[in-house]
């Protein structure tokens, strides 16, 4: 049973334009998202989160979307560079029930044009 | 900061054997985290440790895999004996706060059972 779901396993993008990877999660307790990097032979670094009293939060290029009632989040990457080719992975928590180990999808392997 | 320190990179046994992977976490990190990445999917957490107590391991192949992390700092992960599916990246993470969220991964441990 999967919980977190990114159904799209590549998306390529050319170089400049928006860039936008979707997640979709099936337990209503998870309360807690993140979006992680991962670079091969790397180990997957953290990029942006978002809780879900929120519903957007933005660092710089990147912005997480949240619709808690579809339960489904995404993440823009404005505008894409070369550097931002990976796998992105989602993640879920339930940190209101003291459950901090991360959920994670199946990963996206971004790739960036120029 | 020194980040997440894992070993070895790379092990290659044959079935039945066993092995062993060492984490050591970023320094203050009450929290640590083995999680098993399967190629192709994303990271499944294992097991959880606050300090050196059990937070998690309900996903854990207690007849097989072992873990523990005595006095509260550094930890090992064991598996005997292996098994073909045992083939994954071991991936260690921490973290300092429940207020953040974010978990810092090492490079990982790739183990291929033959």
């Known amino acids: 049973d999967q919980q977190v779901k990114q159904n799209s396993p590549s998306l390529s993008v050319q170089e400049g334009r928006i860039s936008i990877l979707n997640c979709d999660y099936t337990?209503?307790?998870?309360?807690?998202f993140l979006w992680y990097k991962k670079y091969p032979a790397e180990g997957p670094t953290f990029l942006i989160s978002?809780?879900?009293?929120?519903d957007k939060n933005e660092d710089g290029r990147f912005t997480v979307f949240l619709n808690k009632s579809a339960k489904h989040l995404s993440l823009h990457i404005v505008p894409s560079q070369p550097g931002d080719s990976a796998v992105y992975f989602c993640?879920?928590?339930?940190?209101?029930?003291?459950?901090?180990?991360?959920?994670f999808g199946k990963g996206t392997h971004l790739i960036i044009q120029p | 900061e020194a980040g997440v320190a894992q070993s070895p990179r790379y092990k290659i046994i044959e079935k039945r054997q066993s092995v062993a992977f060492w984490c050591n976490p970023i320094?203050?990190?009450?929290?640590l985290y083995w999680y098993q990445q399967i190629l192709g999917q994303g990271p499944k957490l294992l097991i959880q440790?606050?300090?050196?107590?059990?937070?998690?391991d309900s996903q854990l192949p207690k007849d097989r895999f072992s873990a523990e992390r005595l006095k509260g700092v550094d930890s090992t992960l064991k598996i005997q004996p292996a098994k073909l599916e045992d083939s994954a990246v071991y991936l260690c993470?921490?973290?300092?706060?429940?207020?953040?969220?974010?978990?810092?991964f090492g490079e990982g441990s790739r183990l291929t059972v033959l």
């Open positions: 993470a921490s973290s300092s706060s429940r207020d953040t969220g974010e978990l810092f």
């Open positions: 337990n209503s307790m998870f309360d807690y």
């Open positions: 978002i809780s879900s009293i929120k």
């Open positions: 993640a879920a928590s339930n940190r209101g029930g003291g459950a901090d180990g991360l959920t």
């Open positions: 320094s203050g990190h009450a929290t």
């Open positions: 440790f606050q300090n050196n107590g059990v937070v998690d």
